[in-house]
């Protein structure tokens, strides 16, 4: 055949970004992220663990920073509705959490107040009365 395998790669490459095959990339244009950073060899898994959204926190701690995130989520919500069908799903979390047995620290958090979050998401929204 006389081509080598890298000038047969090569050759696809250039007619390919002739196509245009290549205009509009994301990142297009800008420096690699973490190019200036100092080597890493972990890089991967971290990189996996942000990605998939992994943690290797204690059941305690993770359960804590869920109910975090769900109360910020709640308040973001519609209806009062809404967010005391979300404080019902955190208040199960937490009671499922602290009736089992985990490693690490306890997990001793207290149910959350659904009328003491609702006033907290209508005056966040300026709201009066409930909506």
Request: hydrophobic fraction near 35%; include cysteine; charged fraction near 35%.
């Amino acid at each position: 055949m006389g081509i080598t395998r890298e000038s047969l790669v090569e050759r696809r490459i250039r007619e390919a970004a002739e196509r245009g095959e290549f205009d509009d990339l994301p990142g297009a244009g800008k420096p690699l992220p973490g190019l200036d950073e100092p080597y890493d060899e972990m890089w991967w898994v971290k990189n996996l663990m942000e990605r998939e959204q992994l943690s290797l926190l204690p059941p305690a701690l993770e359960l804590r920073r869920d109910v975090e995130r769900g109360l910020e989520q709640a308040l973001r919500l519609a209806s009062e509705t809404g967010v005391r069908r979300a404080v019902k799903l955190l208040n199960v979390k937490i009671c499922v959490a602290n009736r089992t047995t985990h490693a690490g620290p306890d997990t001793n958090l207290n149910m959350l107040d659904p009328d003491e979050v609702v006033r907290a998401w209508q005056k966040g929204r300026g709201a009066r009365g409930p909506g």
